[in-house]
């Protein structure tokens, strides 16, 4: 049957599927429109399970504060170019809407349905690999950073203060923590089979440093423990030396601040997030 090229536009403006396939779908659909659709989504609905067990490296984190609450959601796909199109981005930001109104704190299935539409379009593979809710308290100040290329961000929550000061320090532990991507918190949340996987790298060292040869086991014992802690003070958060004054440790700045500002802080909140991981 003869099939109008507007109607065919109009079909692919609505699907996003190719103009080939709008022209096939309404022949077959004898030119009804709404039957034209449905065909279509059966079509990439099958095509998209195909498509599943795709990896999917690549992506967009996406990041807002609404009140006392911080939404962190991170979407993946295929290629770096599909995180770049302009629908995919528009499709993380609706997800954020619904889950700061609706309070969700983990994937739920209208993430999904929400994505559903554009892996039928585009033809990739794409996953809700993240949905986590920060809370805020009222006595706290919180920010947040999410890097140029939207695959690594930061999450940081003071409280104790809301003063201008405070905010500031906790936009500069964002970027801080971005740049140094630090893998724990504080020494007390490192594993023990980390630090004991360390003490034996550190100890081969130690036996091959012809400065330390026939030195007393104490000594050795004592160099051993030194590198591990200026290790552990690499890895974690509080003890690494401030990106904005490397003669201080964040720990150290935290309390500088709160002397400034008269009040006694901590960190309710201090996260990386790095898409993949």
């Given at each position: 049957m003869d099939i109008k090229a507007s109607d065919v536009?109009?079909?692919?403006?609505?699907?996003?599927?190719?103009?080939?396939?709008?022209?096939?779908?309404?022949?077959?659909?004898?030119?009804?429109?709404?039957?034209?659709?449905?065909?279509?989504?059966e079509k990439g609905l099958a095509a998209m399970a195909k498509r599943a067990e795709r990896a999917t490296s690549e992506g967009r984190l996406f990041i807002r504060q609404d009140g006392n609450k911080i939404a962190v959601i991170e979407v993946t796909c295929e290629t770096d170019f599909v995180a770049k199109n302009s629908d995919f981005?528009?499709?993380?930001?609706?997800?954020l809407d619904v889950t700061l109104a609706k309070g969700y704190t983990k994937v739920e299935p209208e993430h999904e349905e929400l994505l559903e539409p554009l892996k039928v379009s585009i033809r990739e593979n794409m996953k809700v690999a993240k949905v986590e809710i920060i809370d805020v308290p009222a006595t706290a100040t919180a920010s947040f950073y999410?890097?140029?290329?939207?695959?690594?961000?930061?999450?940081?929550?003071?409280?104790?203060?809301?003063?201008?000061?405070?905010?500031?320090?906790?936009k500069d532990c964002c970027l801080h923590i971005a740049a140094f991507t630090p893998l724990y918190f504080s020494k007390n949340d490192v594993p023990e089979s980390y630090i004991a996987e360390q003490k034996e790298i550190f100890k081969a060292?130690?036996?091959?440093?012809?400065?330390?040869?026939?030195?007393?086991?104490?000594?050795?014992?004592?160099?051993?423990?030194?590198?591990?802690?200026?290790?552990?003070?690499?890895?974690?958060?509080?003890?690494?030396?401030?990106v904005k004054d490397d003669k201080k440790s964040?720990?150290?700045?935290?309390?500088e601040?709160?002397?400034s500002v008269g009040a006694t802080l901590k960190f309710a909140t201090a996260k990386l997030f790095v898409l993949g991981k």
């Open positions: 536009k109009a079909l692919r403006e609505k699907t996003g599927a190719g103009m080939m396939e709008c022209k096939k779908a309404l022949v077959e659909a004898n030119g009804n429109a709404d039957e034209a659709e449905k065909i279509l989504k981005i528009a499709v993380g930001e609706k997800m999410v890097h140029s290329d939207f695959k690594t961000g930061a999450v940081v929550v003071i409280d104790g203060s809301t003063a201008d000061e405070v905010k500031t320090f906790a060292l130690i036996d091959q440093d012809e400065k330390l040869a026939g030195k007393p086991d104490n000594v050795k014992a004592g160099a051993l423990q030194g590198k591990v802690n200026k290790h552990l003070a690499e890895i974690c958060f509080e003890d690494q030396m401030f964040v720990s150290a700045k935290l309390a601040v709160g002397k």
